[in-house]
């Protein structure tokens, strides 16, 4: 008897869309890329200022723009479904004893949302409104 | 038997006779009760002899019948049929040369396997007669978990990171290695690292997750690589404060 296994290639651009769980990771890594264009959005008003009022004047005109606003509504959809993600995996990452035993999934994920609230509206208070 | 029957689409390859793998279908009548392994085992003694295909305990214990069921890597012996529509495709694990019809070659996952040290590295070998090395409940939960692998390869199976580079030591050898490394008793996990905190260890995950959703014991491989991740990435850091640790 001779061996003569059959290698089945796969598919190096397309495997992604092979599987639903393939797609939903695809989608969670994806929305870190508005994510990163939104930073650069932000350094590039970092830069702006630097160069003075009028310079700082044409950057808000530009981002408060119906396209500026646009891109701020679906980079905030993105990152609000990145957060969710993010959190979902939390338990898994750091799973945390407690007494013994371990403390359920939904407590560490919820502790997660409760920080990211605490924070935001303590930014809110510092620099918003 | 009743009259319900459902058609098994399996994936045959014979290497001495096929240059690519083909399908063959099979009628099969079946009970409420039946597994995809109570099919497959129906077409062997009453249809087709030359079939072949690995199992063994029929009760998700050994390992042994992990194959891809419509698309989804699943124990033969823990699918049931009634769960299906009429037809079922039935193939081999993926990421796996096909040795023949449903048997794949393992032996890329054995050597990788054997690479993590998955044994308890003890810091000094007891003799039989001293006893055993103990541990508290509260020890043991810390790794339980990731004691229930048997090794079925469905995470390999299901694994995108994997199919496209086969360097990857995968998701069970790790979350083993992770078991060991967590277990009171073991003091390897600096002899593990070569391998584990490697490229092709445990950076070479992404975290699709999708490991963990098909495995059928819970293990939860892709918990384990994360762990694993950010322990070695706190050991890198650390090192920093003790330069004399420093390899």
Redo the contacts between chains.
């Keep these: ?8 290639e ?1 598919s ?1 651009t397309g ?2 869309l ?2 639903p ?2 797609i939903r ?1 695809m989608a969670r ?1 994806m929305s870190a890329l508005f994510i990163g264009i939104y930073g650069l959005i932000l350094i590039v008003g970092l830069f702006r200022l630097s160069q003075g009022e009028l310079a700082y004047e044409a950057f808000l005109t530009t981002v408060e723009g119906p396209a500026g606003l646009i891109f701020a509504v679906v980079a905030f959809v993105f990152a609000v479904y990145h957060t969710y993600t993010w959190f979902q ?1 939390t ?5 945390l ?1 407690f007494g ?3 403390v359920p999934g939904v407590i560490i994920i919820a502790a997660h949302w409760f920080g990211f609230l605490v924070v935001s509206a303590a930014l809110w208070l510092l620099v918003g409104g | 038997m009743s009259a319900r029957t459902i058609e098994l689409e399996i994936l045959r390859y014979d290497p001495e006779q096929d240059d690519v793998p083909r399908y063959e279908t099979y009628t099969v009548p079946y009970r409420e009760d039946w597994v995809v392994l109570d099919a497959i085992n129906y077409v062997k003694d009453e249809l087709d002899r030359t079939l072949s295909y690995r199992w063994s305990c029929h009760m998700a214990v050994c390992g042994s019948c992990g194959m891809v069921v419509n698309g989804e890597p699943a124990l033969a012996c823990h699918t049931f049929l009634r769960d299906y529509p009429e037809k079922i495709r039935i193939e081999p694990l993926q990421n796996f040369p096909v040795e023949r019809d449903l048997v794949v070659v393992m032996d890329d996952f054995i050597d990788k396997l054997g690479s993590v040290k998955p044994y308890v590295v003890a810091k000094e070998e007891k003799d039989v007669d001293d006893g055993e090395y103990l541990q508290t409940p509260a020890e043991l939960a810390k790794f339980k978990q990731y004691t229930a692998c048997i090794n079925c390869l469905l995470c390999y199976s299901a694994c995108p990171q994997y199919a496209l580079n086969d360097s990857f030591v995968g998701p069970a050898a790790l979350a083993l290695a992770h078991r060991y490394n967590l277990d009171s008793r073991d003091v390897g996990r600096v002899a593990r690292e070569d391998v584990v905190a490697s490229n092709p260890g445990i950076w070479e995950c992404s975290f699709v997750g999708a490991c963990s959703e098909v495995c059928p014991k819970t293990v939860d491989p892709a918990a384990a690589i994360q762990q694993t991740k950010i322990a070695s990435t706190a050991d890198y850091f650390l090192s920093f404060l003790k330069p004399w640790n420093r390899k």
Excluded: D, L, N, T
């Design positions: 008897m001779s061996r003569h296994p059959y290698i089945r796969p190096k495997w992604w092979e599987q769980r393939y990771y890594e995996v338990p898994k990452a750091m799973p004893m013994g035993k371990r």
